[in-house]
Structures are given as C-alpha cells and as structure tokens.
C-alpha cells in the first residue's frame, strides 16, 4: 500500500510518503488511520480531522483498505 501525506501531515512525517503493509486485522479506513497513529509518531492524535482518499476518491471510516490502494491523507484546508 501506498500512503501520501500532503500539506501539514506532510510536515509532520517529513516526507511525501511512505510503502507500507498493513496487518491483517486493518480493514477499513479507520482501523488504517487508528494504525497510523500507533505506528507514526508524529502523527498520534492528529489524524481526526484529516479526510483520508482511497484510490483517488474520499473514502468514509467503514471503507474497506486493501494492501493495493494508495491512501491519500488531506488535511482541511484553511483560506481566506
């Protein structure tokens, strides 16, 4: 699987993305985002906020996640 980070998630990790396997007990989109925090420091308790795209396309929390799809964490987007 591929994760992207873009924006302040990028920032916090310091990259653009990372490679990763899941393990079998992540399925969804939430169990990924639950794994990320545990797993990526930077990123513990910041991820509730961020909208996660699956394969190009905004996920919900109950989408399944497979180790082929690229995950794509966006972070909200604040203007003026």
Aim: aromatic share 4%.
């Amino acid at each position: 699987m591929t994760v992207l980070y873009f924006a302040a998630t990028r920032d916090l990790v310091g990259r653009g993305e990372d490679r990763l396997t899941l393990p079998t007990n992540v399925e969804t989109v939430s169990e990924f985002r639950e794994h990320l925090e545990r797993t990526v420091p930077a990123l513990a308790g910041r991820l509730a906020s961020v909208r996660v795209a699956r394969n190009e396309e905004f996920a919900s929390d109950a989408d399944p996640v497979t180790d082929g799809d690229v995950l794509a964490l966006v972070p909200p987007v604040a203007g003026g």
